[in-house]
């Protein structure tokens, strides 16, 4: 299995709070992407990485941001949670600009906004 | 455009038995087609992926059968078997630089013991 570790794996918390989620992988790869995944939408890519401070919107960036200052580390943050984003979020990374190669996905981080 | 359409949302199949789901996409630029494999509590998994230049994929049970001219590809796997339950995503991307994938909304298949 690819070493992709997503913090914290469950979260509960308030509307109007920030939220931050971690993304952590070990194996060197330059592309790295945030999805939710939500039920009868599947998973909505919502912002992405293709190298130390170079990002790029999603489908379904609004009400997020995203940092990633280490090749290894790719933060999502909610900087005012809203009951919406409610979700399971999935961190993926990928070796090569080429679609063709695989996205390996982490295990999930389970977020409820109350 | 920017679509993929899987159909059914939710399968039962007999142990034995062959499972299929189908995927419809519009966009011609697509030139990559993946499926996932995401059993409960993990992440989606590449489970087996075709180009458009060819009409059939195997790979042990799991089969994609892809139509150009039609805009269609479906899974099949053969001989289900009850690990097999999970849900399926298919997807589509393009080449030439743009490194997003275009997830279908899933199929959650239930394999009968």
């Known amino acids: 299995d690819a070493g992709i570790t997503q913090s914290p794996r469950h979260k509960v918390t308030e509307t109007g709070t920030p939220v931050t989620l971690r993304c952590h992988q070990t194996e060197n790869h330059r592309y790295m992407y945030w999805y939710r995944q939500d039920p009868g939408h599947g998973l909505r890519l919502i912002h992405y990485s293709y190298g130390v401070k170079d990002t790029d919107k999603g489908e379904v960036s609004d009400g997020y941001s995203v940092s990633r200052s280490k090749t290894e580390d790719f933060l999502l943050t909610l900087e005012s949670a809203t009951s919406s984003q409610t979700s399971v979020y999935f961190c993926a990374i990928s070796e090569s600009i080429r679609a063709t190669q695989p996205q390996h996905f982490g295990d999930g981080t389970r977020l409820s906004i109350l | 455009q920017q679509q993929v359409k899987q159909s059914p949302q939710s399968l039962i199949v007999q142990k034995g038995g062959i499972s299929i789901i189908n995927c419809a996409y519009e966009?011609?630029?697509?030139?990559?087609f993946p499926w996932y494999q995401q059993f409960p509590g993990k992440g989606p998994a590449l489970l087996i992926a075709?180009?458009?230049?060819?009409s059939e994929k195997k790979e042990g049970r799991f089969t994609i059968s892809f139509n150009k001219s039609a805009k269609q590809f479906s899974l099949h796997i053969m001989d289900s078997q009850p690990g097999d339950s999970a849900t399926y995503f298919c997807a589509a991307s393009m080449g030439g630089g743009d490194d997003k994938i275009i997830f279908g909304k899933g199929t959650r298949l239930h394999i009968l013991p």
């Open positions: 966009n011609t630029a697509f030139d990559y």
């Open positions: 075709i180009r458009p230049d060819v």
